[in-house]
């Protein structure tokens, strides 16, 4: 799977950004998607993930209840609609699609993840 985010940019405390990423190659509902994140001189992150069938989600503590993670596997489209961004949230942001036969648990560490996209930056001011 080819992936392919963006939506970033540069926002101020409390706003909202939607990020996007493309996907391309096997068929979209079958394998789970995630988001990650990894600020400057920080280990990447979890974020969220999704089942593949958009059934299920999971969040990071630091996100729930002002992100949510969606998909539109018809488009090959996964979404995360980040609301109420503090400075803390600043980061690279990376989706990631699981490899073949990974995908009956949605993982939330990224050795569950084959495929990764080029990242996208959020940067919140406060």
């Known amino acids: 799977v080819q992936l392919q985010a963006s939506g970033g940019g540069l926002v101020q405390a409390g706003d909202s950004l939607r990020l996007s990423c493309a996907a391309s190659?096997?068929?979209?509902?079958?394998?789970?998607m995630a988001w990650f994140r990894q600020a400057p001189g920080k280990e990447r992150e979890f974020v969220a993930a999704?089942?593949?069938?958009?059934?299920?989600?999971y969040y990071a503590d630091s996100v729930k209840g002002r992100f949510t993670i969606s998909r539109d596997n018809a488009n090959k489209m996964m979404y995360l609609q980040m609301n109420s961004l503090k400075p803390e949230d600043t980061a690279v942001y990376y989706c990631?699609?699981?490899?073949?036969?990974?995908?009956?648990?949605?993982?939330?560490?990224?050795?569950?993840?084959?495929?990764w996209g080029q990242g996208t930056q959020v940067t919140v001011s406060s």
């Open positions: 190659g096997r068929t979209a509902s079958t394998y789970n």
């Open positions: 990631a699609a699981a490899a073949p036969g990974r995908n009956s648990i949605v993982a939330v560490t990224s050795v569950g993840y084959e495929s």
């Open positions: 999704i089942s593949r069938l958009g059934l299920t989600t």
